[in-house]
Structures are given as C-alpha cells and as structure tokens.
C-alpha cells in the first residue's frame, strides 16, 4: 500500500516522548511507523493511535542491521516515500561503575547511538529524494549529570555529535537536528501494564523554573517545528526542559 502521505518513523515510539512525537504528527495528517523493539507496547500503540490516522506497528530492533533495512523497507512499502526520521529509542542504566559490565555499556552504546546510526545510514536516501530531515532525541544528560549514569549520558553526549556531523555530511538535501529534553513526565504514557497516573511534589515543580513538570507534547512541539519549517536551521541542540539546565541550584 502506497499513499501520498508524509512518511514519518519514530524509534521507540512504542510508549514515552515517541508515542506523543507520534500522536501529534498524526494530527498533522503523517503517517507513522511505530519502530518499537517491544511488541505488547507497539500493538497496543497501534490500537489506541489508529483513529488519528495511517499508523503501522513494526518490530524494529535498532540494534540490528537487517531489522533496520526490514523496517525502512516496510516503510517504503507502505507509505512509498520518508520524510522525516525521529531517533528516540533509547535505553537507561542507572550502576556504579564498578559494577556495570560491558556488556550493559555495550548495549546502551548499541541501543542509543549505533541505532541511530544505523536509521539513519539506510533512512538517508530515501530522505534525500524528499529533503526531509533527521531528528535525535538526546538528554540533558549529555550536558549534566547525576550519579552512575556514564553508559546512558555517554551516549547521548555522543548523539549530539553525532547530530552535528550528519548536518554536514547530509547537507543541502537532509537536515538534522537534536532535541534534548529535561525532565519529561513519562509513566501515563506507558502500555498499559505499566501506566499510572503521576502526581508531582510542590518541591518538584518548585525546582523547574517554569513551575511545571514538561510532557512528551512538549518534545512533539519542537519535532513539529523543526520537521514542517523551512527555516536555516541544521545541526542544533534544542535544549526542552523549562529552563533547569540555566538554574544554579545553590543553597
């Protein structure tokens, strides 16, 4: 089946920031593949997100080379076109060092940089053909960090190289930029076994500059922003966290 919609693949899209990137390029008539690793989350994002528009479920481990060309083959297939490529998918460990094996840092690197990597060497083509653009969902933690978080902050430290270098090299006809969300509340945006309601402290809006925790609709704001304006822009971090990273938190 081809339509004449814009293309759109979201990695993880399956719950979180990708499943409200998703919801919202909906509305705004893309269709989405939902790449997700996990099936429950994929078929159950599927479902809910059918009545706002094309929205197609495919088993995606970014990992994995021939389950990245399948992926951008079927979207193909499906849509005859790509337009735009959301690298969200991405894995957290939160160990000290002394006890994070290689194989845990491995597999963050493989999960939140080589898959990014890897959509976006066999999306970039069929990018082209349209100038569409790339976006690389990073962290504020590639900028700051807590405790036992070298694997995760590595990795998106290294996207937003990454981010920069496909500008150049991908330029005129792909743009590519990096958003870098602060802190995004997540858990009613999980399937459904793992969802619940949030509740927030007035200490935990206290410590936001804008009094609120932020949404997977803010990420949604920016990826719509950067991927329908025709604006000079390529190769930049867009920092989402209502100001936090600009806050000294001195005593």
């Given amino acids: 089946m081809i339509t004449d919609k814009k293309a759109a693949i979201?990695?993880?899209?399956?719950?979180?920031?990708?499943?409200?990137?998703?919801?919202?390029?909906?509305?705004?008539?893309?269709?989405?593949?939902?790449?997700?690793?996990?099936?429950?989350?994929?078929?159950?994002?599927?479902?809910?997100?059918?009545?706002?528009?094309s929205v197609y479920?495919?088993?995606?481990?970014?990992?994995?080379?021939p389950s990245v060309i399948f992926t951008i083959n079927e979207t193909i297939n499906r849509f005859g076109n790509i337009h735009l490529l959301i690298n969200n998918a991405a894995?957290?460990?939160?160990?000290?060092?002394?006890?994070?094996?290689?194989?845990e840092w491995n597999n963050t690197i493989a999960t939140n940089l080589t898959g990014a990597f890897l959509c976006s060497k066999y999306a970039?083509?069929?990018?082209?053909?349209?100038?569409?653009?790339?976006?690389?969902?990073?962290?504020?933690?590639?900028l700051m960090s807590e405790p036992n978080t070298e694997a995760y902050s590595a990795s998106k430290g290294a996207l937003l190289s990454l981010t920069h270098a496909l500008a150049i090299s991908l330029a005129p006809k792909i743009k590519v930029?990096?958003?870098?969300?602060?802190?995004?509340?997540?858990?009613?945006?999980?399937?459904?076994?793992n969802r619940i309601v949030p509740e927030h402290t007035r200490m935990d809006k206290a410590l936001q500059p804008l009094q609120r925790i932020g949404t997977p609709y803010d990420i949604?704001?920016?990826?719509?922003?950067?991927?329908?304006?025709?604006?000079?822009?390529?190769?930049?971090?867009?920092?989402?966290?209502?100001?936090?990273?600009?806050r000294m938190n001195y005593s």
């Fill in 91 to 103: 894995i957290f460990e939160k160990k000290p060092i002394e006890s994070l094996t290689l194989s």
């Fill in 124 to 142: 970039a083509s069929h990018l082209s053909i349209n100038n569409g653009s790339i976006i690389n969902i990073s962290s504020t933690r590639a």
């Fill in 10 to 53: 979201i990695t993880g899209g399956g719950q979180g920031i990708g499943k409200g990137i998703a919801l919202e390029l909906l509305k705004k008539g893309y269709g989405v593949i939902i790449a997700e690793i996990d099936s429950e989350a994929g078929k159950e994002t599927e479902k809910e997100l059918h009545d706002f528009g």
């Fill in 57 to 65: 479920f495919i088993q995606t481990d970014i990992r994995n080379e």
């Fill in 177 to 193: 930029n990096c958003i870098s969300p602060g802190w995004i509340e997540v858990r009613d945006w999980k399937k459904i076994k």
């Fill in 220 to 246: 949604a704001s920016m990826v719509l922003f950067l991927a329908e304006s025709n604006l000079y822009i390529t190769g930049q971090n867009f920092i989402i966290d209502g100001g936090t990273v600009r």
